[in-house]
């Protein structure tokens, strides 16, 4: 009698999971075994406590609704299966089927909202962050050119060199501060459009990085050669591509392996556009992992990992890459941190299956 009661869940998409009174599984329909990545026969006859490591989160829920005696719906469930962690909405409904007493449990994943949504405010706080730096930048650089002129013609007047030591330490912090002034302010430039070849400027990066660094830096090229064109401005991806692989290298202190991987991205939502096709740029490295600490700060300006660090590579990469209508986003651990990159192309490109070339 309850596989006919419930033979309807068979065909729809939502996820559903039966409960009996004990919250043992007496049904789970083929969408749950989907999403959850188990078989029936690994689900039916356990307990939900058994399924799910982190019970306590979804009990809350199951114990509103039969308190309630109704519908119950817990939006965010961060729930652990196996060794996945699933971001879910849940809405738990108790029924009644020949007079037995039931739970109908109904998962909808809500990963893809929640990364839309970091997404949105990680593009709010970018734009913030360069609102602030321009105004303060501006703020700053009037004085300083006076605090150089000053320093230069206080120079001139010392009677001892041994004095002018100390105004030439003014002028060479003045002048750096300048340039710091500088990098600031690239940013807010109108891009120059034009068309361009991602693995030359790739290549272009690897080489002054190897150039820069000792041979004990290994680089590994995994790129997808059918690739098209991209649209943008040239040195602004240059930079930004530059300024992370850089970063890669600093980490590991010279020594380690850089893996470059292109590929194609497909139905990529970035900036509350619909993309049928983008760009996906991967730049990993084997170093020590990004502190926890600053990790989800790691794009804010002023912000580094490193000793000497001037945390301003990585806030200029998102803007370039976010001028250019994508994202950029981090995932890192000991031996591996990897930034990806993702750039959009034309809503009606068409590629073909990709031909993919790896290059050691």
């Known amino acids: 009698m309850l596989e006919t009661a419930v033979s309807g869940l068979e065909l729809i998409s939502t996820a559903v999971l039966l409960v009996n009174d004990q919250l043992v599984v007496e049904y789970v329909n083929p969408a749950a075994e989907n999403v959850f990545e188990l078989s029936s026969a690994m689900v039916l006859g356990n307990s939900l406590q058994r399924i799910f490591r982190n019970f306590e989160s ?4 199951i114990c509103h609704a039969q308190q309630n005696h109704c519908g119950f719906t817990e939006h965010d469930l961060a729930l652990n299966i ?4 699933l971001h ?3 809405t738990v409904t108790p029924i009644e089927i ?3 007493r039931f739970l109908l449990l109904e998962f909808r994943p809500i990963s893809q909202q929640l990364k839309i949504a970091r997404e949105e405010r990680m593009r709010d706080q970018s734009e913030a962050n360069r609102e602030l730096i321009r105004n303060l930048a501006h703020e700053i650089r009037n004085p300083l050119g006076g605090i150089r002129g000053a320093a230069q013609l206080l120079d001139r007047e010392l009677p001892r060199a041994e004095l002018q030591e100390y105004t030439g330490v003014i002028i060479k912090e003045a002048d750096r501060l300048q340039s710091l002034l500088d990098r600031l302010l690239t940013p807010y430039r109108l891009p120059v459009q034009a068309e361009m070849n991602v693995h030359e400027i790739l290549e272009q990066v690897r080489a002054l990085v190897s150039v820069e660094n000792t041979n004990r830096l290994v680089f590994v090229r995994d790129y997808d050669i059918s690739l098209p064109a991209l649209i943008g401005d040239r040195q602004q991806i240059n930079q930004a591509i530059l300024n992370v692989v850089r970063n ?6 010279g020594e380690g392996t850089i893996t470059l991987i292109t590929r194609v991205a497909r139905q990529k939502t970035l900036g509350k556009k619909r993309y049928r096709h983008a760009i996906l740029l991967q730049i990993i490295d084997t170093g020590p992992g990004i502190p926890a600490e600053i990790r989800e700060k790691i794009f804010n300006p002023l912000v580094s990992g490193r000793e000497g660090g001037s945390g301003i590579g990585l806030t200029l990469a998102q803007a370039f890459i976010n001028q250019h209508n994508g994202t950029i986003e981090c995932e890192s651990v000991s031996g591996n941190t990897c930034f990806s990159l993702i750039l959009p192309l034309a809503n009606d490109l068409e590629t073909n299956a990709p031909n993919v070339a790896v290059l050691n």
């Open 58 to 61: 979804l009990r809350s829920a």
């Open 88 to 90: 879910m909405s849940c």
């Open 82 to 85: 196996a060794a996945n962690t």
């Open 248 to 253: 890669a290298a600093q980490a590991m202190e």
């Open 98 to 100: 020949n007079q037995a």
